[in-house]
């Protein structure tokens, strides 16, 4: 039995784990590391990550909708009118004005792939 | 088989591990391991350094992730100031690891008290001592207890500063508030900059106002200041004035708001120009990184980590990045809203670089909001990216709210204060 990788010298008698936890973690352990080892989805391109603290993953509602699914043109026209003023805005004015049309369109794009 | 952690369980020190860490990593083959595990171990388990590890996990699933928090318990610091006004309650701020543990990420529960650069290992106060190909450094900051004359770490336990995520501080400046008699002096003292959450005393003055209007209306607030301006001032002091006249005061640096010194037992404090008994005092002094910072040796001689913007890596030490509050980040302001952003970028160009990718260039985002009233915020936004190896603004975008709007807008900035808050932290810590 061997150590993770991460885990250095030295740790061997300190590692602790709650039975309860052992056995969840035990059970996927032992499935194929393909399952676990799953390759990871392209990054979201820059400018995504600062959407994702606001606009959830899924639900949301009118003020803070869910991006994912919405499709790229409408994300594209929200951002553009956010940006020109012509649609009224607690802070996504502020906040479109800081995206370039093409930055813009790579984000429509990611998050229209996204289910 | 049987895997080691089994024999230490009486073992008070704790190594949560996540289901795809620890427990699986011990099981595949060799091989696999030997190829495809790098180990990434991150110190400080806040809105930075959390973010990271699920965007780590979520980048790359081969990776050996190890998250070093010295609290069982997270007590988030935004919208804390609600806890004060009676908005909030102190559950509603706090945060576990165990959904961090069981997305696959190894939780230590500890202290980090040594980084060795280069043999790339980390120790604990546990004794453990971890190895890392990517060191990330997220202790958020440390509060410089020597530079109040009179005011120390122990004097915490009578004026708390309750700028930390240790949820006993905000929990006892809330016990104070509700023990004091009807027409005392709340004093609250503002630190320079730079600090964590720029507009955090001043939302936190407002909320004790808001509770002292309602419950003591003979009371006052005074914010004793070391600047002679303030972020979104204009708004707040607009907001002060329709909300809470004769009840909130605030003494600039030129006013002789900066203080001298503080009296514990007289209850007193000595400024420039004045002499002041308080009831309840929140000392916020100045701050530094976290202690880790300076032990690994990204922290300069201001006491803050200067960076590369687009890797997060230290400029001081390779491997190690740093992120958060304790990072030199140009223009952003120290907010929970950037550390998380932050920490999601940093994990994304640790992914690239890992494999020998460029990391794309950032594009940052932060806005805060500060709750001054129920139904009432106003926020300041900003959208970052580097130039010359700086974050600056970029042109024409951020700002803050408008000065005059109707109340609608201020409701509705405090309705998304609240949803920002359950969507990050459920992201981070759900």
């Known amino acids: ?115 | 088989m049987i895997p080691p952690m089994i024999e230490a369980q009486k073992n008070r020190r704790e190594i949560l591990g996540g289901a795809a860490g620890a427990a699986a990593a011990t099981l595949w083959p060799r091989a696999i391991r030997a190829q495809a595990a790098p180990r990434i171990v991150i110190v400080g388990g806040g809105f930075a350094g959390a973010s990271c590890a699920r965007a780590l996990r979520e980048a790359d699933a081969r990776l050996a992730i190890t998250l070093v928090e010295a609290q069982h318990t997270y007590t988030a610091p935004p919208l804390s100031n609600g806890v004060l006004g009676g908005t909030r309650t102190l559950a509603q701020q706090q945060f576990g690891y165990d959904k961090i543990a069981a997305a696959g990420i190894t939780v230590a529960i500890a202290t980090a008290t040594t980084v060795d650069a280069q043999a790339h290992s980390v120790t604990l106060s546990t004794g453990d001592k971890l190895r890392y190909d990517r060191l990330v450094v997220a202790p958020g900051i440390a509060l410089r207890f020597d530079a109040i004359p009179g005011y120390s770490a122990a004097a915490a336990a009578q004026l708390p500063h309750a700028w930390t995520s240790d949820g006993t501080q905000i929990d006892l400046l809330r016990r104070q508030l509700e023990a004091m008699d009807d027409g005392g002096l709340v004093a609250i003292v503002a630190p320079v900059n730079p600090s964590r959450c720029p507009p955090g005393p001043y939302e936190r003055a407002s909320m004790i106002a808001h509770y002292l209007k309602t419950k003591k209306p003979r009371s006052k607030v005074v914010i004793l200041d070391s600047k002679d301006t303030f972020t979104m001032q204009e708004l707040f002091l607009k907001a002060w004035k329709e909300l809470y006249p004769g009840l909130l005061e605030w003494k600039s640096l030129s006013s002789g708001g900066n203080v001298a010194s503080i009296d514990i037992a007289k209850k007193t404090i000595e400024t420039d120009f004045d002499n002041y008994t308080f009831a309840v005092a929140n000392v916020i002094p100045p701050q530094i990184a976290g202690p880790i910072a300076k032990l690994a040796g990204v922290a300069d001689r201001t006491g803050w980590c200067p960076i590369d913007p687009v890797t997060f890596e230290s400029l001081q030490q390779k491997n190690i990045h740093v992120i958060g509050d304790a990072a030199l980040a140009g223009a952003m302001p120290k907010s929970a809203f950037a550390g998380s952003v932050e920490g999601k970028l940093c994990a994304a160009a640790i992914a690239a670089l890992l494999v020998d990718k460029k990391p794309a260039v950032p594009k940052l985002v932060s806005n805060c909001y500060s709750v001054v009233a129920p139904d009432y915020a106003i926020s300041i936004a900003g959208v970052y990216h580097p130039v010359n190896g700086e974050y600056v603004d970029v042109e024409g975008s951020g700002g803050v709210s408008p000065l005059d709007a109707p109340a609608a807008l201020r409701a509705q900035e405090a309705k998304f204060a609240d949803a920002w808050f359950r969507t990050n932290t459920a992201e981070i810590f759900g």
């Open chain 1, 1 to 115: 039995m061997r150590l993770p990788p991460h885990i250095g010298e030295g740790i061997t008698q300190t590692l602790i784990m709650r039975t309860k936890r052992l056995l969840p973690a035990l059970a996927l352990a032992l499935m194929p590391a393909n399952v676990i080892a799953a390759p990871a989805a392209p990054p979201p391109p820059p400018g995504v990550a600062a959407c994702t603290g606001c606009h959830p993953k899924s639900g949301g509602d009118a003020a803070i909708p869910q991006l994912a699914g919405h499709s790229a043109d409408d994300i594209i026209a929200a951002m553009k009118a956010f940006r020109s003023g012509t649609r009224p805005a607690t802070v996504m004015d502020r906040i479109a004005k800081g995206f370039s049309d093409d930055e813009i369109r790579v984000i429509a794009a990611w998050y229209a792939a996204q289910k």
